[in-house]
């Protein structure tokens, strides 16, 4: 990897966010501007998220998958992670789990977007959120590089730990599953912008919990529906063969501990609204607006 382009692009993206507020600064009514800055922590997810793919070589040689899929035995005395979609193969099935997994991406951009026409106070305190919970995921995974029950897939890592979870060759998946429309939309988005070892915590089921503390926050109307979606997208992480169990309740308590520190920053690197003079007394008891 060419480590000086990659700092100085780096360099360039940091200059590029600094002029962006200074901007915004020194022309404070320009709405293109204020849409920019309140918006580009969002530009920058997923070129951060596939840098964590670089990054979490630099401690370990490989990934700790083996380890996880021992763990997983152990606690089940199976891998779901693996044999849960062949337990479950009905396509009607697979494409409600995949269509909540798929659902992440709506939560992100329809809780963001409805509280952008909402109320824009609103959208900056679910970015700023939303924003510290994605930072923390990809800092732990650099020091946590776990594929997911994908890694026994062919061709992901050059040599999968097979005989960690009990398997000769590569698990298949089953052609009922293959089959459905939103296994498909999944397997288009992995192909081309999954990066190796994003699996533990769940980031899914931290940011899906981050949207749904914002949906109860500010959308009731949503509330219900979102947590729905959000139960099913817990449950179709492992049974796409994304993460393992562990990692679910990992994501849970990442979003738990989480929310409430991003909040009490969010609140203090925010100003407050000048609070109005008490008005001054006259002589004799009254006071000026009288």
Avoid at 233 to 260: F, K, N, Q
Wanted: proline residues 8%; positive net charge; hydrophobic residues 50%.
């Amino acid at each position: 990897m060419g480590w000086g382009w990659f700092l100085a692009a780096h360099v360039v993206l940091l200059a590029a966010i600094h002029l962006l507020i200074q901007a915004h600064v020194r022309w404070p009514r320009q709405r293109l501007l204020g849409f920019l800055r309140s918006c580009y922590p969002i530009l920058c997810y997923t070129g951060f998220y596939r840098e964590s793919g670089f990054f979490n070589q630099m401690l370990f040689q490989g990934y700790l998958d083996a380890g996880f899929l021992r763990l997983e035995k152990g606690l089940f005395g199976w891998q779901p992670g693996i044999e849960l979609m062949e337990r479950f193969p009905q396509r009607w099935l697979a494409e409600a789990f995949y269509f909540a997994y798929f659902s992440y991406y709506m939560m992100i951009g329809g809780v963001g977007l409805a509280l952008l026409l909402r109320n824009r106070k609103q959208f900056d305190h679910f970015l700023a959120v939303v924003s510290c919970v994605f930072y923390a995921c990809y800092l732990i995974y650099i020091f946590t590089p776990v594929v997911g029950p994908r890694i026994l897939t062919r061709g992901v890592v050059p040599d999968p730990p097979l005989a960690a979870a009990g398997y000769a060759a590569p698990p298949g998946v089953p052609a009922t599953v293959e089959s459905a429309a939103f296994y498909q939309v999944m397997r288009f988005i992995y192909d081309h912008f999954e990066t190796p070892g994003a699996a533990f915590p769940s980031s899914h089921v931290a940011i899906a919990l981050t949207t749904l503390y914002f949906s109860f926050l500010y959308l009731p109307r949503l509330r219900w529906l979102h947590l729905g979606l959000a139960i099913l997208l817990c449950i179709a992480t492992v049974y796409g063969r994304y993460h393992y169990v562990v990692d679910v309740p990992a994501g849970m308590l990442t979003a738990a501990l989480l929310i409430p520190l991003a909040n009490r920053l969010y609140a203090r690197c925010t100003p407050r609204a000048p609070t109005p003079a008490a008005p001054r007394a006259c002589p004799g008891g009254s006071n000026l607006l009288n």
